[in-house]
């Protein structure tokens, strides 16, 4: 009865099929006309949501909400809350969800939220190992954790100095394990993860990574100069982490209003309530212009904040006492994301000691490019450390 076939059965694949040619043409040409000028700027607009435009994800093409849901603080709630929170990002329209290996719970809650929902969903994860055995180890319990057959995109997380660059990227290092998970179907594509900027364009002049996530927001900015003009020559994905500068920031409309002026970056803030993934989602659906007000605090908190800020970087090392500099620095930023057992059960408290036992010869700050008062602001990190543990203390007892 093949006569009896109606042709509008078929109008929808065509329509698909054409909606398809036209999106890859325009990114083609968008693309080629961009290396040509020397900027580049995806596709911006395909779907409507309720919570903003999807942006093609550099050389990956695949197609994220603008925001997307960084999964460290759901480490923090009782189970059943952060399983609600994601599923309450899903339904307002969120698809890029970001977590790690290391971040204990947050891969497990994510897998259970997002359960029949596979379709839906960009799945980001990582591994901090430099070993092949462990990085594989790591891989199949990520897969695991979050129930899936493959991941969207599979990081090298943290990769702060060139040494780390050069192992994974060695022949038969930890890239081979990647590449070849990619080439079986379970990872997607391959990205990487830096708090440090020479670090971050190295790695994408390489080419080997399709993305690259690092701190960007209106404190530390670095990245609009020359790490994000990079990625659009080399079509890397650029993933904004740390928007609100690790917690530091309390207004989230400046702050996620500022990443919203860069038309092809996605950023993932870090999110514990529902009520922060509604207040973050009003902020995109509003008017995205920056007013004369909010001009005004951002310079204000620049001053303020931005001279006691520290960026990661780790120009600070080596330190004569073995110090972890900014990870004592940073301290406080941990504190607010991480579960407190967690928190306090890492190597801070170690890292805090060692801060106690300063020289103060200073050669961190001569090196720091920033020109903080590093000294200063470890004494400071000590002084809160130690009134933690003593108020923590009077509490359980």
């Known amino acids: 009865m093949t006569g009896d076939v109606k042709p509008d059965l078929f109008k929808p694949v065509i329509n698909s099929i054409s909606k398809f040619i036209c999106v890859t043409i325009y990114s083609l040409v968008n693309y080629n006309i961009g290396l040509m000028i020397g900027q580049y ?13 999807k942006i093609r994800l ?20 009782m189970e059943d809350e952060a399983v609600a929170i994601v599923k309450r990002c899903l339904k307002l329209g969120i698809n890029y969800f970001d977590t790690a290996n290391s971040y204990t719970t947050s891969e497990e809650r994510i897998g259970k939220a997002i359960k029949n929902q596979r379709e839906n969903v960009i799945l980001a994860t990582k591994s901090a190992s430099r070993n092949h055995i462990e990085l594989t180890n790591n891989l199949q319990f990520s897969l695991k954790r979050l129930g899936v057959d493959y991941i969207d995109l599979y990081q090298f997380h943290g990769v702060n100095d060139f040494k780390s660059l050069d192992v994974i990227l060695e022949p038969g290092g930890p890239m081979s394990v990647v590449v070849e998970a990619k080439a079986k179907g379970l990872v997607k ?13 190295k790695a994408v002049a390489t080419n080997q990574f399709e993305t690259i996530m690092f701190p960007f927001n209106f404190i530390a900015s670095e990245a609009k100069e020359e790490l994000i003009p990079l990625c659009r020559k080399h079509d890397v994905g650029f993933i904004a982490m740390k928007p609100l ?10 702050a996620i209003k500022y990443i919203l002026q860069f038309p092809d970056i996605i950023t993932i803030p870090g999110i514990e309530k529902i009520t922060e ?17 909010e001009e005004l605090e951002m310079s204000y908190i620049r001053e303020t904040v931005g001279s006691h800020f520290c960026h990661r970087c780790d120009y600070c090392q080596p ?29 801070f408290g170690t890292a805090i000691e060692k801060a106690a ?12 490019p920033y020109h903080l008062p590093i000294r200063e602001m470890m004494k400071e990190q000590v002084a809160w450390y130690r009134d933690l543990i003593k108020n923590n203390k009077r509490l359980s007892s």
């Open 277 to 293: 993934v509604e207040e973050i989602i009003k902020i995109t659906e509003g008017p995205l212009k920056m007013t004369q007000t």
């Open 189 to 201: 594509h391959i990205g990487i993860t830096s708090h440090q900027i020479d670090v971050a364009k």
């Open 357 to 368: 036992n300063c020289c103060d010869c200073g050669e961190c700050e001569k090196r720091c």
């Open 58 to 77: 550099g050389k990956t093409n695949v197609m994220v909400t603008r925001v997307g849901f960084g999964g460290i603080p759901i480490q923090r709630p």
């Open 245 to 254: 500068a690790g917690g530091l920031v309390d207004n989230a409309t400046i």
């Open 41 to 53: 700027y995806p596709l911006e607009i395909i779907e409507k949501g309720q919570v903003t435009e």
């Open 319 to 347: 330190c004569s006492m073995d110090i972890p500099i900014s990870a004592v620095m940073t301290g406080k930023s941990f504190y607010k994301r991480l579960p407190q057992e967690r928190f306090f059960s890492t190597f």
